[in-house]
């Protein structure tokens, strides 16, 4: 059974840099699957953060790519989120879960796998 | 990048069939082939219910079910049960060459 863990802070002060880590057990983050980030701010949507893969390929939403960057670390079965010069406007429930799967032709983006999600408040 | 857009709200009685729809402005037709669809419940995480416009995940009712066209998506639920009543959110890659995601803005589903 794949199961997704996320730990960190939850409360950053504005300016500062919201750091996440994800625990994944019951199957190796070293596969074919994409890994990554959603978050949620409150009473709203979905929005993409980023992906990473095994190879610590990353791939970011373009209106985060600034202040995002992910890495993995395929030792200890975790990948990290760190989020720079926070605000207000990204208080949210951070999610992290398995993306999608590396297919021969293309990809199948499927996000099968949840953590239960951490809710990050930015607030002096 | 694609868009997905979503009604805001739809309702329906218990034992009656609905649609939730998912169009978008992408110009890649592999887009809907490759929607995924969630439900989520209030406090909980999203769950897949659909993957690649028709698929369901194993364990996943056989009320749920999706397709797809050039240029868009649907989520259909027969058979409404008081359960079904939540978020529910379309999903697709974000294209590009970037192994991202775009999701629409979800379309809140009231049992009636």
């Given amino acids: 059974q794949v199961e997704l863990q996320e730990s960190g802070p939850g409360l950053v002060k504005p300016s500062e840099t919201l750091s996440l880590t994800c625990r994944v057990s019951g199957y190796p983050i070293s596969s074919s699957y994409y890994w990554g980030w959603i978050r949620q701010p409150p009473g709203k949507g979905l929005q993409w953060i980023g992906t ?3 190879s610590d390929n990353t791939y970011y939403n373009p209106s985060l790519k600034r202040r995002v960057t992910l890495s993995v670390d395929a030792s200890t079965n975790h990948f990290s989120l760190s989020l720079r010069s926070v605000s207000a406007a990204d208080t949210a429930t951070y999610y992290c879960v398995r993306v999608g799967l590396q297919r021969f032709f293309d990809w199948l983006p499927a996000l099968d796998y949840w953590g239960q999600g951490v809710l990050v408040t930015v607030s002096s | 990048q694609s868009a997905l857009t979503q009604p805001a709200s739809v309702s329906g009685s218990p034992g009656e069939p609905i649609i939730i729809s998912c169009t978008g402005t992408s110009s890649d037709v592999s887009t809907f082939n490759l929607v995924s669809w969630y439900q989520q419940h209030p406090g909980q ?5 659909i993957y690649e416009a028709s698929k369901r995940p ?7 079910s999706g397709s797809s066209s050039d240029d868009s998506a649907s989520l259909t639920i027969s058979g409404l049960q008081a359960e079904d009543e939540g978020q529910y959110y379309c999903c697709s890659s974000a294209g590009g060459g970037t192994f991202g995601v775009v999701f629409g803005g979800g379309t809140k589903l009231t049992v009636l």
Avoid: Y
């Fill in chain 1, 52 to 54: 990473v893969d095994h």
């Fill in chain 2, 45 to 49: 995480a999203p769950k897949l219910i």
């Fill in chain 2, 58 to 64: 194993s364990g996943v009712s056989d009320r749920f």
